[in-house]
């Protein structure tokens, strides 16, 4: 095809060669001819004119030749060769230009000839200079040999104007000479002429021809080497030409350069473009194990297609992980949150009518975990107990109910079930469930184990909500509902969604209650039983409700542990309480008052920073201020507790262990703790005095904090014989209904100055 489409000009070349042999045979015969007639006459042309005509020709010839060197450098750019051929080609030049020069040294055309040779040979330099950068500047090259061509041009005219003055010389000379052979002479002059523009033309031809040749070779290597596959084909897909890199492709995959079998599609993908009119389109494909985008350029003129294909492998499979990395849990590799909700939402879309069960699944007391052996280990319990859960989950993964474990972060997973699960299988379900986590964890490189418990909460759709978030929603509440002890899960009910709202609802007063300081103390006076003196008070919170009046603590404590406002909320009461103490003192009234601690509060690294500023900012004697904590507290981090309460102490403040007996704590450890009172709980005092276990366990903590020279206080005392029998066993002091009710600021005061008050010894 390539060699059609440049035949005219190969025939146009041909025919100018066969005038040229024709011109020059004719020329010959007559020259011969009429030699012997013309030949005295000639002379002269042949002596003198000639010879100035032929190095004029020269001079055009070798012309033509440089130039031809130059494109030709430009093209190839072998710089070596180039610097062999134009030095030569130079020097020639100079030699005829001398040559001329002394045969005409009266012509200023030389003179002129001579500057633009010069120009020329500059311009021929600095194209050399540019071609032998790196990176090559193709537009000042392209612009050098633009001017170069225009110099040869702009001499050229001078040349043929400098050949017809010759020419006029010659036939001059000659009319003067013999009439007779003047017709001859006319006659070969013209046969010159006619050879000069023969060559001309011919020049003009084969410089096209180079230029276009040229201009097909550095096309060529454009393709070859580039490093991505290209293919010409045509326009039903049949192989026409490919490059290196495309056949190189084809061998690596072991198959033939069939374009069909590089690109799989192809026929189908030029069929649409020729269908639906588009010059050029973009598609991407699988090869084997390679990802490929081919771009396909419809070249209309040339009923070809080109095809460039470019290797995305790299890129598709970072795409990939990145995408894996979004919709995955990096530790368990499991589908994560942003996954489940696009599962349930497409199969909500998808199936409208088809079931969905969606469980939360959340892990109770790993925080005992990573604060024992850290969170390494606790990641690897972690990575155990999802394991365990696939291995759970797969008795019940049917093909016509699909089920998919994820993990929603910190110890908190999630399953989805497609189809209609039954009241019974889903029991079933967190039996099992449940059976995972009542084998014992153990973490990497630590001989410890680890019971851990799962609340479990469920809901369905289209049953009790209509998308994914509504889903997780109501499961969030279910897992958060004390279950039954007969079950292992939560069903969602609609009384469930009416608690939550309840408790956002108070969740948003709360915090408005901390902007507008609906908070306020109430006094529980204590009474020591040796002479039923008052001696102080513990400080518990109420909540001034703008509509539901004064609420106690546990109808929001437990929201405020949740939200961490308890922390707020704990700040302020220690803050009234150590007022409440110093003012006590100003009043002359030597009491302690007793302040209860929350785990968030304590679990806050600046916690006695805090409580420190508090203290300085009120004024309160710290000896007066006694903190009350829970067993379970101090148990969570021994060393930190410990730490933590020598701290406490070194302030002056009074400590004290509160809920006594309910815990887990190490009576070995006990000793260890700087604590000032023991306070048993309101369930052994509750059945005094007639359940002797309970009266066992009163005397055994009584006998206790006297060898280890505690106080006791037995909170929750309400009758007589609770009094009388606490105070036959010994017990420091009481708290309860018998005594006195929470009372407000006034009640308070009132009771004060009508009962005496007396130091704790």
């Known amino acids: 095809m390539l060699w059609t489409s440049w035949t005219p000009f190969r025939v146009r070349l041909l025919l100018l060669q066969l005038l040229l042999i024709l011109a020059g045979t004719a020329l010959s015969w007559q020259v011969y001819h009429s030699g012997r007639v013309v030949n005295s006459n000639t002379q002269i042309l042949v002596n003198e004119h000639l010879p100035e005509l032929l190095q004029i020709r020269n001079l055009i010839e ?29 020097h020639r030049l100079a030699q005829v230009m001398g040559d001329l020069k002394r045969q005409l040294p009266e012509q200023d055309t030389l003179h002129h000839i001579e500057r633009y040779q010069a120009e020329y040979h500059e311009l021929a330099k600095r194209l050399d200079h540019a071609l032998s950068q ?63 523009l023969l060559a001309f033309i011919g020049s003009v031809v084969a410089n096209r021809l180079l230029t276009d040749r040229s201009e097909r070779r550095r096309l060529a290597a454009f393709a070859d080497r580039n490093p991505d596959p290209i293919l010409s084909v045509t326009l039903q897909g049949q192989l026409l030409s490919l490059n290196p890199a495309a056949a190189q492709l084809a061998q690596d995959q072991g198959i033939p350069p069939n374009p069909q079998l590089l690109v799989p599609d192809l026929t189908t993908q030029l069929a649409r473009m020729q269908r639906e009119a588009i010059s050029d389109y973009d598609w991407e494909f699988a090869l084997g194990r390679r990802y490929l985008t081919a771009r396909a350029v419809m070249l209309a003129e040339l009923k070809q297609v080109q095809v460039h294909l470019r290797d995305i492998t790299a890129a598709s499979r970072a795409e990939a992980e990145l995408r894996h990395r979004a919709s995955h849990d990096q530790l368990t590799g499991l589908p994560n949150r942003h996954q489940f909700e696009l599962d349930a939402q497409l199969q909500i879309e998808q199936h409208p ?46 093909i016509d109910r699909p089920i998919v474990l994820y993990r929603f972060g910190g110890t908190r997973f999630a399953i989805l079930i497609q189809g209609q699960v039954s009241t019974d299988t889903l029991a079933e379900l967190a039996d099992t469930i449940a059976d995972v986590f009542h084998k014992p964890v153990y973490a990497d490189n630590a001989p410890a184990s680890f019971h851990l418990s799962v609340e479990q909460g469920f809901a369905r759709y289209p049953e009790h909500a209509a ?31 009416e608690q939550e709202d309840r408790l956002i609802t108070l969740e948003n007063e709360l915090h408005q209650a901390m902007k507008e300081n609906q908070f306020l103390l109430y006094f529980q006076p204590q009474q020591r039983l040796c002479d039923g003196a008052m001696i102080g008070a513990e400080a518990l919170l109420r909540w001034q409700h703008p509509t539901r009046g004064v609420l106690s603590p546990n109808e929001f404590i437990h929201l405020a542990e949740r939200t961490g406002l308890i922390v707020s909320i704990g700040e302020w009461v220690l803050t009234e309480a150590c007022i409440q103490a110093r003012q006590w003192q100003e009043q002359g009234h030597d009491m302690l008052i007793s302040v209860n601690l929350s785990a968030r509060q304590m679990q806050q690294a600046d916690f006695v920073e805090r409580v420190t500023t508090i203290l300085a900012r009120t004024g309160a004697p710290p000896h007066k201020v006694e903190l009350e904590l829970t067993e379970s507290l101090l148990m969570t981090d021994l060393d930190r507790g410990h730490d933590m309460l020598c701290q406490l102490k070194a302030l002056g403040l009074k400590l004290a262990i509160d809920d006594f007996g309910t815990g887990y704590s190490s009576l070995a450890y006990l000793k260890r703790l700087p604590m000032d ?37 037995a909170e929750g005392v309400e009758t007589q014989a609770q009094h009388d029998w606490l ?4 017990c420091d002091v009481l708290q309860g209904y018998w005594y006195s009710r929470p009372l407000a600021c006034s009640d308070w005061v009132r009771m004060v100055e009508s009962r005496p008050c007396k130091a704790l010894a």
Request: proline share 3%.
């Open 62 to 90: 070798e012309q033509l030749r440089t130039e031809r060197l130059l494109y030709e450098y430009y093209a190839d750019q072998s710089r070596d060769h180039y610097l062999t051929e134009y030095f030569e080609a130079h």
């Open 134 to 196: 790196t990176p090559v500047d193709w537009d000042l090259s392209r612009m050098l040999l633009s001017q170069i061509s225009a110099l040869r041009a702009q001499t050229e005219p001078l040349l043929q104007q400098l050949e017809r003055q010759l020419n006029q010389s010659a036939q001059h000379g000659l009319a003067e000479t013999q009439q007779s052979t003047r017709a001859n002479t006319r006659y070969v002059v013209s046969f010159s002429v006619l050879i000069v």
């Open 353 to 398: 009518e088809q079931s969905l069960t969606f469980g939360l699944l959340t892990l109770n007391r790993f925080h005992q975990v990573t604060s024992q052996v850290g969170f390494q280990a606790g990641d690897a319990i972690l990575r155990t107990c999802s394991q365990r859960l696939c291995r759970a989950l797969n008795p019940f993964n049917l």
């Open 467 to 497: 998308n994914s978030q509504e889903l997780l929603r109501c499961a969030d509440a279910a897992v958060r509902e004390p279950r039954q002890d007969d079950a292992n899960y939560v069903l969602y009910a609609p009384a469930l969604r």
């Open 677 to 713: 009172t023991l306070k048993i709980d309101r369930r052994f005092v509750s059945s005094l005095p007639g359940d002797k276990q309970d009266g066992a366990i009163v005397r055994a903590i009584l006998d206790l904090a006297e060898h280890l020279d505690l106080n006791v206080v």
């Open 727 to 730: 105070k036959r066993a010994g």
